[in-house]
């Protein structure tokens, strides 16, 4: 996964199960370039780590969201597609591999 993780911010909310979940979305041969933005706060306390692969947008990147009770991440996956039809199919498997894990 390092040679995979990239941008400024390199910590990932979750701990260990956080790190987890993000290199099994890393391991996934179409998945390129991780890299995680800055961690903000919701307003509900409480909560589980959860993940959700988001919208592709026009090239085929994604968003991966990270949940854990009040803080929130969004994590930018860069794939090797180049259309929103291809990556749309790649966060539906990688919703897959999410749900398998939990």
């Known amino acids: 996964m390092k040679n995979k993780l990239g941008g400024v911010h390199t910590t990932i909310i979750g701990g260990r199960a956080g790190k987890k979940l993000v290199k099994l979305v890393s391991q996934h041969p179409e998945v390129k370039k991780v890299i995680p933005t800055v961690i903000s706060v919701k307003g509900v306390a409480g909560g589980s780590l959860t993940g959700k692969a988001l919208r592709a947008d026009a090239r085929g990147n994604l968003r991966l969201l ?20 291809e990556g749309d199919r790649i966060m539906d498997e990688l919703n897959e591999i999410l749900k398998t894990a939990f």
């Open 66 to 85: 990270l949940s854990e009770g009040r803080s929130f991440q969004e994590i930018r996956l860069v794939t090797t597609v180049g259309t929103a039809d």
